[in-house]
């Protein structure tokens, strides 16, 4: 049976809503709402003229070789970030969990770099990693490894894909920490007093009962991918060497607001909204499923 | 989307402060893109400052907006929301689009209006080409800067270069014999298209673009794929792969750091370089022209970099009598020796030049002189004129991206810049439909 709780005035709820509802509708409904608007029109950027072009924008997205390769580029960068920022936030979270001195130490550290601003992590990494003059690149070549992320996609990739994951890492370790914690002793005992070691009683234990803080954390994690390592990319690559990091976020910003082609750079927001909207609703439908929020 | 936002509540928030100030005075707002942090900041804001205390009419307000892609971004989306400001830097590349946009006042007309009568002959012929409409300078500009190549004069001698490479081959032979004294990198470039392409173009009379590269219609075309700049990046790419060339990104701070760090003793980069260069430089160091064909005599006039200073329609009258008398104020000729003395920046008057000649400044810095005559050392041809094409921005990466292709071996020279042309060509006809009108 499930509880009914119910409102004794019928404003109320909506009263309760209404600083939220008003706050989604003017940070998300009417700019989204403007930029399906403006995917239909070419226009100049003062908005002197502003020509109707139906769904020109989109035609030529997609006949476009170079949208495609972005969206390949985006798919295998935010794979790749979540994969290492999930793992690694796991990892250390695991060790932390079982510290017994310095936790306090260990867990402040692992947290620092997400308060790092996007723009500043990816100046970082750029001047440990920039083949001229990055400090880290000139030990690499030092070692005799062929290090250029200037004109390698591969070792761009790599490097953006460590910075972007590395300021997420915190984030997982903070969430998995908490998950760990409040597993009951009780459990873990029992499995190791039935003799399963202690990997087997983190396979077929605490991964299980942890699966609700992952869910969670992958959806974050691939959000975070999409749209907040926009900073780190504009930093550290610049989208390049030949389009090898041009993500659709990072797209969308150099058309809009390097080049000015609103209507191309909407188009291309919508385009990714529904990718985002049916990525989510295949996360829930799918992944969800075996989420035990026991 | 939410730069917009930001950029209009930013605008609304400036205006808040400003209208608080006091009645008698006009402010007048510039946005510009050189943070005050450094010296080209400094600068200008104490050009500003000069200015306040010379009259008291008019107050103006410099503000500083980002980048020059923020401070543009910022100035349309105040336009759009009619909180702009009177003034504002453009990068030059933008300059097509705020000559078509609608939303300029041009600078000629200013100044007539306001009964400043400035004798437009006196100023560097292509650098006020380049911001000229019809009838006349369009914008205003301020900070003009042209590739030069700064050599390392130390290491030429260690490695036994004698004299300045004149031509590009000679410039090969160069990086050569440094490579092969140990300086590991050789020859590099900041700014590669508006080097390699641009400049090199403007110097041997290679068309980049069909109508005068845009000056003289918006049907203009990229016909760079069939120029001698094809066998130019064929070159450079040879260079690439022998090692005595080495490509340190698209913009100038990887080149900067390779050029201190005495890895690459030859940088091809802006005359504005000197600033960075003359802090950072551990050893002797001096310029000379960009190289040249062997069998070009007459060298044509440089390409221009930087930025001009537009002025925004829809302000009040009084607004742009203090924006004229700015700007007199700005060109006048010992300002504008100031600002080439800070900045490394050209003068953009003949007069201002004069003065640093009478003065004897080029005695003692010799490369200060080298982008002026680089700009100003022949009449101007139809392919020198400036350039004048849509979406320069994207088109510039385009080109970027697929010279990456080629320096990392990806595409053979003629097809990387065959796709560029034919991706920059569909944003030229994109441009041509809103610009057109």
């Not at chain 1, 989604?24 to 070419?42: M, T």
């Not at chain 1, 990892?91 to 017994?100: C, E, L, Q, W």
């Not at chain 2, 980048?67 to 990068?91: D, G, M």
């Not at chain 2, 030069?148 to 004149?166: C, H, M, Q, S």
């Amino acid at each position: 049976m499930i509880k009914r709780v119910t409102f004794a005035s019928k404003s109320l709820p909506y009263l309760l809503l209404g600083p939220q509802l008003l706050i989604l509708a003017v940070f998300f409904f009417w700019p989204a709402g403007k930029a399906i608007y403006e995917s239909f029109f070419l226009s100049d950027p003062f908005g002197a003229t502003q020509i109707f072009v139906g769904l020109e924008n989109f035609q030529m997205l997609l006949v476009s070789p170079e949208y495609y390769d972005s969206i390949l580029v985006t798919l295998v960068f935010s794979g790749l970030t979540t994969l290492a920022a999930l793992l690694s936030g796991f990892v250390m979270a695991v060790f932390a969990d079982r510290a017994i001195r310095g936790v306090l130490v260990f867990k402040s550290a692992l947290i620092w770099p997400y308060a790092v601003a996007p723009a500043v992590a990816g100046a970082l990494w750029i001047f440990l990693f920039h083949p001229t003059f990055g400090s880290v690149a000139g030990l690499l070549i030092a070692l005799g490894v062929d290090w250029d992320p200037l004109l390698n996609g591969a070792h761009a990739m790599t490097l953006v894909v460590v910075a972007a994951a590395w300021k997420q890492i915190s984030y997982n370790f903070v969430f998995f920490l908490a998950g760990l914690q409040a597993i009951p002793k009780s459990l873990i005992e029992a499995a190791a007093i039935d003799g399963a070691g202690p990997g087997k009683r983190l396979w077929y234990v605490v991964i299980p009962l942890l699966s609700p803080t992952t869910f969670f954390l992958i959806v974050i994690n691939i959000v975070y991918a999409f749209f907040d390592t926009f900073g780190i990319i504009h930093a550290v690559t610049g989208g390049g060497p030949a389009g090898a990091t041009n993500t659709l976020v990072f797209k969308v910003y150099t058309d809009g607001f390097e080049n000015q082609d609103l209507g191309a750079s909407s188009a291309q927001s919508v385009i990714l909204m529904f990718i985002v909207i049916a990525l989510t609703v295949l996360q829930f439908r799918y992944i969800e499923r075996r989420v035990s929020y026991a | 989307m939410r730069q917009w936002n930001l950029g209009a509540a930013g605008a609304a928030i400036v205006l808040a402060f400003s209208a608080g100030a006091t009645q008698a005075q006009t402010d007048i707002q510039w946005w510009h893109a050189f943070s005050p942090d450094g010296k080209l900041g400094q600068t200008l804001v104490r050009y500003t400052e000069e200015f306040n205390a010379s009259q008291s009419d008019y107050r103006i307000v410099p503000v500083h907006k980002g980048n020059y892609y923020e401070t543009l971004n910022a100035a349309v989306a105040a336009y759009r929301a009619k909180k702009h400001p009177a003034i504002v830097q453009v990068v030059g590349r933008g300059a097509a689009t705020m000559i078509n946009s609608g939303a300029v006042y041009p600078v000629h007309q200013l100044m007539k209006d306001s009964g400043h009568d400035i004798d437009w002959s006196r100023f560097i012929g292509p650098v006020l080409s380049a911001f000229s409409d019809a009838n006349g300078p369009a914008a205003m500009p301020f900070n003009t800067s042209t590739p030069i190549l700064w050599y390392n004069v130390d290491a030429f001698e260690k490695a036994g270069v004698t004299g300045v490479p004149r031509t590009w081959d000679e410039l090969g032979d160069a990086g050569r014999k440094l490579v092969k004294a140990g300086y590991e990198c050789g020859i590099t470039s900041a700014w590669q298209i508006w080097v390699h392409r641009d400049n090199y173009s403007f110097i041997q009379n290679q068309p980049i673009a069909s109508q005068g590269n845009g000056m003289d219609g918006f049907d203009a075309e990229y016909v760079y794929n069939a120029t001698r700049f094809v066998d130019h990046i064929k070159r450079v790419r040879g260079w690439v792969e022998e090692g005595i060339y080495t490509y340190t990104g698209r913009t100038w701070q990887g080149g900067h750091e390779a050029f201190y760090a005495e890895k690459c003793p030859i940088f091809l980069e802006s005359s504005a370089g000197y600033g960075g260069i003359s802090r950072n430089a551990k050893f002797r160091f001096a310029a000379s022209f960009l190289p040249v064909e062997a069998d070009n005599f007459y060298p044509r006039n440089s390409f221009l970099g930087g930025a001009a200073l537009w002025v925004m329609k829809g302000h009040d009258p009084a607004v742009y009598k203090g924006t004229a008398a700015f700007f007199a104020f700005l060109a006048s000729p010992e300002m504008q020796l100031d600002w080439h003395k800070n900045t490394g920046y050209v003068p953009i008057s003949l007069d201002a030049y004069d003065l640093a000649q009478k003065e004897g400044y080029y005695k003692e810095f010799p490369h200060q002189e080298i982008a002026i005559l680089s700009l100003s050392r022949s009449v101007p041809t139809v392919n020198t004129r400036g350039m004048r094409l849509g979406f320069g921005v994207q088109n510039t990466e385009i080109l970027n991206e697929e010279l990456e292709n080629i320096w990392a071996g990806k595409k053979p020279v003629e097809k990387a810049l065959d796709d560029a042309v034919q991706r920059s060509n569909a944003n030229l006809r994109r441009f041509e439909r809103t610009a057109g009108n």
